[in-house]
């Protein structure tokens, strides 16, 4: 495993490299990604309004849905809370192993000067072995206090 620091400068961030050669990445900091999709869902009848008052409007990232489709039909990754070394922690898997990310994100470990420290650890794409390796070392994970 090798570990490749990123130099920010707000945060203690970084990449470890895998025995399989996947990248994991952390971020310790008060800007650390929540892990959440950017999915962009919007109705045939809204878009249409939305092209009628801005027709330049850039729609190209827009997944338009029927009137049954909802949100979770088209998200990679579903999100389960657990506690981690006392703390409430945002665990993401994708739905389909090796299509999306696997991961924690802990909003709040403490807070200091600049706001709350927060942290993430996730891979993205994870072959089944390595994102099973993965959810077992966030289970692992202790903090300083």
Known sequence: MEKIETGSCDSNAGIIITKNNYSIFYDYGPYSYSLEENV??????????????????????????????????????????????????????????????????????KTESIGNIKFNLYGINLKKESQVELLKAIQTLQFRK
């Not at 409007?57 to 009137?67: G, H, L």
């Not at 998200?75 to 990310?101: L, N, R, T």
Request: net charge positive; glycine share 6%.
């Open 40 to 109: 962009t869902i919007i109705n045939r009848k809204d878009l249409n309004e939305l092209l009628t008052v801005n027709p330049k409007a850039d729609t190209t990232e827009f997944i338009v849905i029927d009137k049954n489709a909802s949100r979770e039909d088209f998200v990679k990754s579903k999100i389960s809370y657990k506690k981690i070394d006392g703390y409430k922690a945002k665990i993401v898997e994708p739905k389909q192993v090796g299509k999306g990310m696997t991961g924690v994100y802990i909003d709040s470990l």
